[in-house]
């Protein structure tokens, strides 16, 4: 069994870091060019046929790069739940969209369709007004809708299942990219900084940190990968996956974001430097939904116990996310049917830095 990833997978990574270094702000008509929105839409609706690894990939690369835009929103959250014409227009960079799963909704300010949650199924929301909110990322706002009509249904009820693994997973991932993209900040630091006529990499109160963070994103994004084959190849145990992929992997990068923020001392919270973006978005991709404590308690429940997780995603709620707090978290979507209580979650863990 190989675990590798394929050269065409390799070669995917390379265009990706090389494209958003390039073009730090990309426009969805530019990553339809790409390929990247139709990664995983069937070729007969005008994608490339592949599958959630790939989109890993690029989740993992975009998060590295901090971008702005509705690739989350549409490929991470709404694409389940498209009909094929729907899917053929987001692959050629026709529309994007984004998921009303609560009160809060991610990549409003970019996304140009919304799609929303309600009854027996998910609708296209019509003549709806939007609210752009301040989030302490600014890289990634989430927002509220007003009033509208639901319109055209897209999918039923059931489809939120498999939106709840996809979405975990690939926050995940992104995860692991913001925390990569921060290591590699501290060990460079660390590698050129001089004190007392030394290196600061060969103190052992530098080195043995940034060896615990290597070690602690390696584990989760092991976790994410394995998170992204399972949906992927439509495994059962996809939910456990992403479940535990989300809860490890957006902490670890919490984490790797501070020590790398440590290693860099003064410089490292000044406003210029980047760290405190990608801290931010470490800090928006662990509250965003159902909070570590939980989703651990349920797959606790799941393999001691034997009660099934759903794999759903979570709304955010907006105690958690206005006025710089975060995005915040909340109850997942109960045996996927339905809008599940927009009240806070309980679990003070759920709350945003």
């Known amino acids: 069994m190989d675990f590798t990833f394929t050269s065409e997978q390799e070669a995917l990574r390379e265009q990706a870091r090389e494209f958003l270094a390039a073009n730090p702000e990309p426009t969805w008509a530019e990553l339809a060019d790409l390929g990247w929105t139709g990664v995983s839409i069937a070729e007969e609706s005008g994608g490339a046929g592949l599958g959630f690894v790939e989109e890993a990939v690029l989740f993992e690369e975009l998060g590295r790069a901090l971008y702005h835009g509705p690739y989350l929103s549409t490929i991470g959250l709404a694409l389940p739940a498209l009909p094929d014409d729907l899917r053929s227009a987001v692959a050629a960079g026709e529309v994007s969209w984004t998921l009303a799963l609560g009160p809060l909704v991610t990549d409003l300010d970019t996304a140009d369709r919304v799609a929303l949650v309600g009854g027996d199924g998910i609708y296209e929301l019509e003549g709806e007004e939007r609210e752009i909110l301040t989030t302490t990322d600014e890289t990634r706002p989430l927002g509220v809708v007003r009033g509208g009509e639901p319109g055209r249904k897209l999918a039923g ?27 590699e900040l501290a060990i460079e630091y660390a590698s050129e ?33 394995w998170a992204a084959w399972c949906v992927a190849e439509g495994d059962g145990q996809a939910a456990l996956a992403s479940a535990a992929a989300k809860a490890d992997a957006s902490e670890a990068a919490v984490k790797v974001c501070e020590t790398a923020i440590q290693v860099h001392g003064g410089i490292g919270f000044t406003w210029e430097h980047v760290l405190h973006r990608l801290y931010k978005r470490a800090l928006w991709i662990e509250s965003f939904g159902t909070s570590a404590t939980r989703l651990r308690a349920e797959i606790a429940a799941e393999l001691l116990n034997g009660e099934s997780m759903q794999g759903t995603a979570a709304p955010a709620t907006p105690e958690n996310a206005a006025s710089g707090s975060g995005p915040g978290g909340s109850d997942r979507i109960g045996n996927g049917v339905g809008v599940a209580s927009m009240g806070s979650d309980p679990d003070p863990s759920s709350q945003g830095g």
């Open 157 to 183: 009820s059931t489809v939120l299942a498999a939106i709840g693994s996809r979405s975990q997973a690939a926050l995940a991932i992104e995860a692991c990219g913001v925390a990569r993209r921060a290591l």
């Open 193 to 225: 900084r001089e004190q007392f006529g030394r290196r600061i990499g060969v103190y052992q109160a530098v080195s043995h940190p940034l060896a615990d963070a290597y070690t602690q994103l390696e584990l989760a994004r092991s976790l994410a990968l």
